[in-house]
C-alpha cells in the first residue's frame, strides 16, 4: 500500500493501467475490421482526390512536382485525425457506462484517458505507414536522407499524441455520441485552413494569420523542411510559425499536453458525480 501512496509508485500504477486499457483499445479494433480497412483505405483516397484532382490545376513553382509539395499537407491532415477519433471513442464508452465501470475498479484515474490516447498513438503506426506506401507510389520521396525523415515522423507522431488529449477530453466533455458526430465536420475548416494545398499568401489578411498560425500549417511546414520537399514562397513577411516550423509544433505538442491531460483527468473524475 506504501508504494501506491508515493509518487513513483502512483506513476507505475497509472502506467501499468494504461497499459492494460491500450490493450482493451486495440483488442476491440480486432474486433471491429472494417474500422480498420476504411481507415488504410482513407490515404489512398486522400492522396488520390487530391493529388490528381487537385495536381491537375496547381503548378508549382519552379518545375516541381505538385504532389510533392502536397504530401507533407496529407500528413497533417491524417495527424488530425486523432482529435476525432479519440473524441469518438471516448464519448462511445461514456455515453454506453463503460466509465463508470472503470471508476468503480480498484484503477488509477490516470490510466483510463492514457489508454485511449496510447492505442491511438499505436493505431498512428499503420495509418502513417500506408500513406507512406502510397506517396511513394504516385511519386513522392524524401529527399534529405533517413534522419530529417524520421524527424518529420517523430513531430507526427508527438502532435497526434498531443491532439489524442483534445479528443479525450472533448470526448469525455460531451458523452454522447450524437454530439460528437456533430462536431466532426467542424475539423474539416481547420485543417483546410492551413498551407497544405496552397500557400498562405493569397489570401485575405485574416484568413492568412489564422492559416500562419494553425498547428496544420506548422506541422506541413516542418515536413516539407525535413523531407526536402517543394515549398511555395509566400508573398509578404514570413510569420514566426512558418519561418520556425520545428519549433512551433514542438510549443504547440507541449501546450496540449499541459492544458488537456489535467482537464481530461478532470472531466473523468467530474463525470462520475
Do not use: C
Not at 490528381?52 to 491524417?78: K, Q, W
Not at 533517413?146 to 497526434?160: D, G, Q, Y
Not at 509578404?236 to 499536453?257: F, I, K, M, N
Amino acid at each position: 500500500m506504501t508504494a501506491l501512496t508515493s509518487p513513483m509508485g502512483r506513476l507505475r500504477w497509472s502506467f501499468t493501467d494504461g497499459l492494460t486499457l491500450v490493450g482493451r483499445e486495440l483488442g476491440r479494433l480486432r474486433q471491429e475490421p472494417g474500422q480498420i480497412i476504411a481507415a488504410l483505405i482513407f490515404p489512398v483516397v486522400m492522396v488520390v482526390l487530391f493529388g490528381y484532382v487537385f495536381g491537375s490545376a496547381i503548378a508549382v513553382p519552379g518545375g516541381g512536382d505538385y504532389r510533392e509539395y502536397l504530401m507533407p499537407g496529407l500528413f497533417a491532415m491524417v495527424t488530425f485525425t486523432a482529435m476525432q477519433g479519440v473524441m469518438t471513442r471516448t464519448a462511445g464508452d461514456a455515453s454506453r457506462g463503460v466509465m463508470d465501470r472503470f471508476r468503480s475498479m480498484p484503477m488509477a484515474r490516470l490510466a483510463v484517458p492514457f489508454g485511449y490516447t496510447g492505442a491511438d498513438a499505436l493505431i498512428g503506426l499503420p495509418l502513417l505507414a500506408a500513406m507512406v506506401a502510397t506517396g511513394l507510389l504516385v511519386g513522392w520521396q524524401p529527399h534529405r536522407g533517413p534522419i530529417p525523415a524520421a524527424e518529420a515522423f517523430l513531430l507526427m507522431m508527438l502532435l497526434r499524441y498531443a491532439l489524442a488529449w483534445a479528443g479525450a477530453y472533448l470526448g469525455l466533455l460531451a458523452r454522447n455520441e450524437q454530439t460528437v458526430a456533430q462536431l466532426v465536420p467542424l475539423f474539416l475548416p481547420v485543417t483546410m485552413v492551413s498551407n497544405a494545398f496552397v500557400p498562405t499568401g493569397g489570401m485575405p489578411g485574416w484568413l492568412r494569420f489564422l492559416a500562419d498560425w494553425n498547428p496544420v500549417s506548422a506541422l506541413t511546414a516542418a515536413a516539407r523542411d525535413l523531407f526536402g520537399n517543394p515549398v511555395m514562397a509566400a508573398s509578404g513577411d514570413t510569420a514566426w510559425p512558418l519561418a520556425h516550423p520545428v519549433a512551433t509544433v514542438l510549443l504547440w505538442s507541449a501546450a496540449l499536453l499541459v492544458v488537456f491531460v489535467p482537464l481530461s483527468l478532470r472531466a473523468y473524475k467530474r463525470a462520475g458525480r
